[in-house]
Every structure is written in C-alpha cells, then in structure tokens.
C-alpha cells in the first residue's frame, strides 16, 4: 500500500496529539458515566466466532473484537436516534483507526478511509467513547472519516464523505428509523468542543445531508433483507 508510510505519521502525530477533542474519537473522562469503567474488563466467550459487522450491502471490514480488547468501548445497548460524522485529524487507514485508540481511550461505530471502504469497530448501539458527550455516545451512531489534507482545511475526499454519507443512509433506514435531516445528522461539534468534522465538512454539510438522504430513501424502499414480500407502497413509513 503506498499510503502506508503517510499512515504511520499521521498514526504518531495523533497518538501524540494533546487536544484530544479533536479526532479520531475523543476522551473525554470526566463526561463518561461510571459504567464505562466496569464493563470493559468482562470478556465475551472466546472462540473463533468473531462478532458480526451490520449486513451492509457491500464490505464491512471488521475490527470490533479487536477494538474490544481495548477495552476502550462501553458494551451497553442504547436507542439510537442520530448520526455523527468525524474526521480521523490524520490520514489514516482502518488499522492505523485501531492502533490510535489501542493508545488512546476513545472509539467510534465505523471509519471510512480513503478509498472509501468502510470498517466496522463497535456495534451499532453500544455505546462508543466518540464524542465527549454522554447523551451523544448514548444516542447517535458515531462515522470516522480519513482526511485528504491536514490542517488548516483537513480536506476529506469525495470517495470518503460519500461513502460515510451513504453508510449514514443505511443506519437510518435499518438502525434509526427516521429520514436523516438537520436534527439528526450531526458533525462532532454539536456534541462538544471541538471542531472535528473539521472547516472542510462544514463547508460542504448541505450536500453531505443530500447524499444521505439519497441513500435513505434507496434502502427504505428496497429493503431486501427485512421486507422480501413488503407491500407496493410501505405503511410503516415515519416521517
Ligand atoms: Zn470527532
């Protein structure tokens, strides 16, 4: 992999890296209930079983018994009501993702890299350690993306965002169970402060939202794995 070598750094300079708020995942301990400390030491049968990624339509990688180990996830099952997107401040792949929070005590749901493959680390409603904000790490489902460019613009390539788009319209249509919209599609910051997903993904929120929207109403209307035999026209539909 020719990126290998940027990974690294960006590897280095993250664990390095002070200001934690700012991604990838962030800790922020004072604002972690008790049970995120109790938890984590328990240990799920081991076996060759690795637990399973979400049933997306195209490859999940799978990191979440790796991310387990760490220690670094809270394995209590909440409702999930949003979606937050995140910048990994670094151009990192799905394992250098790993190798930060293996250092640093933090996690998120998913990380999509450059290419825009998709990786899964914690399972949909648990709790991740991702945004410095207990409701938030309660309630929304938390996306990494890998930068293009660092600082000042920490750019996020087409193939990224799109793809994390897309992944958010999955999550609502088969997790959430609501139409993504400005109340339920959050960057990092609305949770804390900080100013992941970065000044890129701001700039460009508007068509961020689109293309999840997009990706929504494709997966509520084919549903092909919950609803084989559904109705012309869905009833359950929520607004
Ligand atoms: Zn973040």
Not at 9 to 31: S, W, Y
Not at 67 to 75: D, F, K, P, R
Not at 102 to 128: C, I, L, M, N, W
Request: charged share 25%.
């Amino acid at each position: 992999m020719p990126e290998k070598n940027v990974a690294d750094e960006d590897v280095k300079a993250a664990i390095e890296r002070t200001d934690t708020g700012d991604g990838p995942g962030t800790h922020n301990l004072d604002d972690l209930p008790e049970s995120d400390f109790a938890g984590s030491a328990e240990d799920d049968a081991a076996g060759p079983q690795a637990t399973a990624t979400i049933p997306y339509d195209r490859p999940v990688e799978d990191f979440i018994d790796e991310l387990s180990a760490t220690g670094h996830v809270t394995h209590t099952s909440y409702m999930k009501t949003s979606v937050t997107l995140h910048h990994n401040a670094g151009r990192l792949s799905h394992q250098g993702v790993l190798d930060v929070w293996t250092v640093r005590p933090a996690s998120a749901h998913f990380d999509v890299d450059a290419a825009g493959d998709v990786a899964q680390y914690v399972k949909v409603h648990e709790y991740a350690w991702a945004v410095g904000n207990t409701v938030g790490n309660q309630s929304s489902i938390s996306i990494e993306m890998a930068n293009a460019t660092l600082a000042p613009h920490w750019t996020v390539a087409e193939s990224t965002w799109k793809n994390a788009a897309r992944l958010a319209g999955w999550l609502f249509a088969e997790v959430i169970g609501e139409r993504p919209s400005r109340s339920n599609l959050f960057y990092h910051h609305k949770w804390s402060a900080t100013l992941c997903a970065g000044p890129y993904m701001d700039r460009i929120y508007d068509e961020v939202l689109a293309a999840a929207q997009v990706a929504y109403d494709y997966f509520k209307d084919t549903h092909p794995t919950f609803r084989p035999d559904a109705e012309p026209v869905p009833n359950e539909r929520r607004r």
